[in-house]
């Protein structure tokens, strides 16, 4: 049953997830409550029930959709109404992690990337909250599906192989910050070996998986073959793009990891092409890549689990 931590549980909760003082502030004044919010909270109601019943379940080979984004009109307890879920279940995801016997330093990490999140929302959205992002890395956080480790994340999971068989991954997610140098690829790969093998031994993983526009070959039209971005795709066998997925762009995920901001849906594209800086080799790649007619393309690539480490081509 859902029930919200009172407010000075709810504040030592934030700070230990590393949200801001002005975000925990207005967290704190953005509480939903079923009599004055009956729509947002039947929708807080259902993501907390299928948290709790997945804890600790991985990525089905089905596939996962996540949590919408929710709508600007829905005000601040709609800005602010994951965040409230999450607080509602960091105990259970931490009893998960102790079952496990991974270390608090690892899951505090794992689980303070919210606070990340709502400085990454407020400097795109300019609001403060999480609700404008589409919720898809964090419910798996707090389900204890997903681990920071290093400069990388990994989701625990079935899925397919490049061969049709069906095995246990781990799906690779690439947080926005620090440079995707080879040092510290390697450093998270090496981690994960470790990891995975010592806290989840019946989950013997057969490859390492990663969905991203990152693997995108057409940026090797644009970046020296050297660059950190060329030498993480050359670690990867690449799948086919999927005729089906010619016109399934992912232009607005590029420019929000890119540019750090959402599109301006009233601007032209001209102009909202106008409007960007150019001051980095990927930013001119983008918009020169837009100019021509051409969209990004997010693609799927693995590799086995016995030989991540050290493949960088």
């Known amino acids: 049953?859902?029930?919200?931590?009172?407010?000075?549980?709810?504040?030592?909760?934030?700070?230990?997830?590393?949200?801001?003082?002005?975000?925990?502030?207005?967290?704190?004044?953005?509480?939903?409550?079923?009599?004055?919010?009956?729509?947002?909270?039947?929708?807080?109601?259902?993501?907390?029930?299928?948290?709790?019943?997945?804890?600790g379940i991985g990525l089905p080979a089905s596939g996962y959709k996540g949590f919408p984004a929710l709508s600007l009109e829905s005000g601040p307890v709609g800005m602010h109404l994951y965040v409230w879920l999450y607080l509602s279940v960091l105990p259970d995801v931490r009893r998960f992690h102790v079952s496990r016997d991974i270390a608090d330093e690892t899951s505090w990490v794992t689980l303070s990337?919210?606070?990340?999140?709502?400085?990454?929302?407020?400097?795109?959205?300019?609001?403060?909250?999480?609700?404008r992002f589409g919720q898809w890395?964090?419910?798996?956080?707090?389900?204890?599906?997903?681990?920071?480790?290093?400069r990388l994340a990994y989701d625990r999971g079935r899925g397919e192989l490049p061969n049709g068989d069906t095995g246990q991954l781990l799906t690779i997610h690439i947080p926005s910050g620090d440079p995707l140098t080879t040092d510290s690829c390697e450093s998270s790969f090496r981690q994960a070996l470790d990891f995975f093998e010592r806290h989840f031994p019946d989950e013997p993983v057969a490859?390492?998986?990663?969905?991203?526009?990152?693997?995108?070959?057409?940026?090797g039209e644009y970046l020296p073959a050297d660059s950190n971005i060329m030498r993480f795709q050359r670690r990867f066998e690449l799948g086919p793009l999927n005729?089906?997925?010619?016109?399934?762009?992912?232009?607005?995920?590029?420019?929000?990891?890119?540019?750090?901001?959402a599109i301006d849906e009233s601007k032209r594209a001209d102009d909202l092409l106008d409007s960007l800086p150019q001051d980095t080799t990927m930013r001119r790649a983008f918009t020169t890549h837009l100019r021509s007619g051409r969209h990004w393309h997010a693609r799927t690539g693995w590799i086995s689990f016995g030989r991540v480490v050290g493949s960088t081509g």
């Open 207 to 219: 490859a390492f998986v990663c969905h991203s526009w990152l693997l995108d070959p057409q940026l």
């Open 113 to 131: 990337d919210l606070g990340r999140g709502m400085q990454e929302h407020r400097a795109i959205h300019g609001t403060s909250g999480i609700g």
């Open 1 to 55: 049953m859902l029930k919200l931590p009172e407010d000075g549980v709810a504040l030592q909760r934030l700070r230990r997830l590393s949200v801001s003082a002005q975000d925990c502030v207005e967290t704190l004044a953005a509480r939903p409550d079923p009599n004055h919010h009956p729509v947002l909270w039947g929708h807080l109601e259902r993501c907390h029930h299928a948290l709790t019943s997945e804890m």
């Open 243 to 261: 005729p089906s997925a010619v016109h399934d762009f992912c232009d607005t995920d590029v420019l929000e990891y890119v540019f750090g901001k």
């Open 137 to 150: 890395c964090p419910p798996l956080r707090f389900r204890g599906t997903e681990y920071s480790l290093g």
